[in-house]
């Protein structure tokens, strides 16, 4: 089974984007929902073993998977 590692960076990046919506415009339930779906989709994505979508802007070897207007960049490795 596929499994997600989250890289401190986009850990970080999700943070800010939730820190933004609870503390700045003052969401805090919408933040709370919002990383509650946007960790059920990739995790859902990775237990399904479906490949995210190819962007033409994207660094080679990068796909995405978009839930609303989020998307979220994945890498896949071989475990070895």
Same mark, same amino acid.
């Given at each position: 089974m596929a499994e997600v590692v989250w890289t401190p960076v986009a850990e970080a990046d999700l943070?800010?984007? /939730?820190y933004y919506i609870a503390m700045e415009d003052g969401r805090r339930p919408t +933040?709370?929902?919002i990383y509650l779906e946007?960790?059920?989709?990739?995790?859902? =994505? +990775? =237990?399904e073993q479906r490949l995210g979508r190819r962007y033409p802007q +994207?660094?080679?070897g990068w796909l995405y998977v978009q839930h609303k207007?989020? /998307?979220v960049g994945q890498r896949h490795f071989e475990r070895g």
């Open positions: 943070d800010d984007i /939730l +933040a709370e929902r946007i960790k059920n989709v990739v995790d859902r =994505q +990775a =237990q +994207a660094p080679a207007r989020w /998307l």
